[in-house]
């Protein structure tokens, strides 16, 4: 990690606020991670990501209006935004449903913090994914 | 024309119409089955043949010169039978008679006797012809005979459970048993000779029913029908009738013979197990849309709230020292190791996706996520066509889950299969594990389910369906159920989740 590297910089998209601001507090806590944006449903997020064109947003599975829809309208309007699922639990065909989105991993919920981070530097300094319909 | 050897004349060159008396004399001794010999005017035996020696065990040398009373029995000479029939014959020029007869040995036989007086050219009596034969194997055969029409008459007569009874070949009543009066109400005198339309509903009768029914049992040898039936004081039961056209030997029709059985309580037995099943299938729906509620609850909030103290419980051990960095950290992985174990439940209390995926992608699903943890190779055999209904599906992937649970607890397995076909208008779904099997059948007895052994063939039952465990020949166990799986419901598709 290199100090002149600028940090990465990430959407949080959930509906529940209490998650929502933890992962934040967490992600901010990181020197080479910066979150940008907050947004509590598909649309917020999808607004959000055409404006700040985050490296990364993490996506709730579930939440109003799809996590797989919208994992599909951020990178619509981001194309470079990483996709990281975040799952309140193993849903496999949920988890499926957001790779097909463009999503390029997945974090549950209580998971440990360090592998939360870890999969945020991991997506965000990830090759700029495949667009999924040429998957 | 073919011409005649010369050294062997053919038996038609005979032109005297008499059979040479060595051919007699053949003809009498082979004949086995008839004793034919000849009495005197008075009575006395004159001739005896083979058969005659045979029959009634007396030689020639014995009995030619014996009165012929010597065949009877005792009671027959008291009543002076032997004269009567010599009487009869030569009053009438012959008699026949039947009855018991005397063997020289003291044994008895059926006899059927026809003595024929025999006149000369001057209406002179010069004797009588007997020809006596053996009749006892076949009076015992016709007497088993009649005695198992008559075992058969009666056992119709007194069957109580159907009414059997016979129509003439216009339908009209000509038997009716015991069953026939318990079930339609009817006594004999009151029925016989009316037509069997009195038992249909008055829109039966209007439609063509009874006629259309002797009509196909014509055609066809028989009919089958179910439907309402009369009593004779108007009230109906649920009948289940088959109509036998009766023809004889000439193909000529006899009429019909005509089997009835009152079904109302089965039918209402199985109305009520339908009832049943409706009641317990809504029951399972209300159970699985309560846990459902409870899945989501615990999802939306417990999770989520957990989750988030977790995540900042880390976060403030990160920015402490110690020990209460320490202290911190520990409570955040407790608060994680909840988070991982409200995850379960709510996967057990709601199978994920399978309201949205197919059954099979869910079990796949489930195995994949719970086999993973205890090292076990998993594998799912889908070959049904049609998807399950949601209620058939949630209810095989209960017991598909209780099964893996023994699996896991029980088994010692390597790996585990789910198949998955269809059987009739059903799923039959197998759980076979390689591991080392139940000790049946201690294991199947009742008694504490420390197998969830209850649980799961309820969950079967509940639905109308059956289930079974078994120690595998080639070891392991195999889990086997069968789940009704109704296509004509409409399914009720969960929202998103």
């Known amino acids: 990690m290199t100090a002149a590297a600028p940090p990465l910089t990430v ?16 992600i901010n ?15 917020q ?26 994992a599909r309208e951020v990178r619509d309007q981001s194309p470079d935004t990483r996709i990281l699922a975040f799952s309140a639990h193993h849903d496999n065909g949920a988890i499926r449903e957001m790779e097909q989105a463009g999503a390029l991993d997945y974090v549950v919920k209580g998971a440990p913090i360090r592998d939360i981070v870890s999969a945020v530097r991991r997506v965000g300094s990830a090759e700029s994914p495949d667009d999924p319909a040429d998957q | 024309m073919t011409s005649n050897s010369p050294s062997s004349p053919s038996p038609g060159s005979d032109t005297s119409g008499q059979p040479p008396d060595e051919i007699l004399r053949l003809l009498e001794r082979n004949i086995r089955d008839y004793a034919i010999f000849m009495l005197d005017p008075d009575g006395h035996v004159m001739t005896w043949n083979a058969a005659a020696e045979r029959i009634k065990g007396y030689s020639a040398e014995e009995i030619i010169g014996q009165h012929f009373s010597t065949f009877y029995l005792p009671e027959d000479l008291a009543v002076g039978r032997p004269e009567h029939n010599l009487q009869t014959a030569v009053r009438e020029g012959r008699v026949e008679d039947e009855g018991w007869r005397v063997r020289r040995d003291g044994s008895r036989f059926w006899a059927n006797v026809v003595i024929t007086a025999l006149y000369d050219e001057r209406r002179q009596l010069r004797g009588f012809g007997k020809v006596t034969r053996d009749m006892t194997e076949r009076r015992r055969a016709e007497q088993a005979l009649r005695e198992s029409e008559e075992r058969f008459r009666l056992l119709v007569q007194d069957v109580t459970d159907y009414a059997i009874f016979m129509l003439d070949a216009t339908g009209h ?14 006594s004999a005198q009151e029925i016989t000779g009316r037509h069997f339309a009195v038992f249909y509903p008055r829109e039966d009768v209007a439609a063509g029913r009874p006629e259309h029914n002797l009509e196909t049992a014509m055609r066809e040898g028989r009919v089958e029908d179910e439907g309402w039936r009369l009593r004779q004081d108007g009230s109906r039961f649920w009948a289940n009738v088959v109509i036998t056209a009766l023809y004889d030997d000439r193909r000529r029709l006899r009429g019909f013979g005509k089997v009835t059985r009152d ?5 209402e037995a199985e109305r009520n197990l ?6 317990l299938a809504h029951l399972v729906r209300a159970q699985e849309a309560e846990r459902r509620r409870i899945a989501w609850d615990v999802h939306d909030d417990s999770i989520q709230e957990m989750a988030a103290v977790g995540m900042r419980l880390q976060l403030l051990a990160e920015q402490l020292s110690e020990p209460q960095a320490g202290q911190l950290g520990e409570l955040g992985d407790r608060v994680n190791d909840a988070v991982n174990r409200l995850r379960n439940l709510v996967t057990r209390l709601r199978p994920p996706g399978i309201d949205r995926q197919s059954l099979a992608a869910a079990l796949s ?8 943890d205890w090292g076990v190779k998993s594998t799912v055999e889908n070959k049904l066509v049609t998807e399950p209904p949601p209620e ?5 992937f209960r017991i598909c889950q209780e099964a893996l649970t023994n699996v896991r607890k029980h088994a010692q397995a390597k790996a585990v299969t789910i198949r998955l076909s269809p059987q009739g208008s059903g799923v039959l779904t197998q759980v076979i594990d390689d591991g080392m099997g139940i000790e049946e059948p201690s294991d199947l007895r009742p008694g504490p389910d420390h197998f969830g052994v209850i649980e799961m063939r309820e969950r079967a039952e509940t639905v109308g369906g059956w289930w079974t465990m078994a120690r595998r020949a080639e070891g392991g166990t195999v889990v086997e159920f069968w789940i009704p799986a109704p296509s004509g419901e409409s399914p009720i598709r969960a929202g998103d989740w």
């Open chain 1, 29 to 43: 806590a990181q020197p080479d991670l910066t979150v940008v944006a907050l947004a509590a449903d598909a649309d």
């Open chain 2, 392 to 396: 058939s599906a949630v209810t095989i």
């Open chain 2, 263 to 267: 079904m109302t309580e089965r039918r």
């Open chain 2, 365 to 372: 699903d489930y195995l994949a996520e719970t086999g993973a």
């Open chain 2, 274 to 279: 339908s009832d049943r099943r409706r009641l």
């Open chain 2, 173 to 186: 009543v000509i038997s009716w048993n015991a069953g026939a009066e318990r079930i339609k109400g009817y």
């Open chain 1, 45 to 70: 997020a999808v607004a959000l990501a055409a404006r700040q064109h985050p490296d990364v947003a993490i996506i709730d599975v579930r939440m109003p209006g799809g996590g797989a829809a919208t």
């Open chain 1, 11 to 26: 959407l949080i998209c959930d509906d529940d606020a209490r998650i929502r601001e933890a992962l934040r507090d967490v």
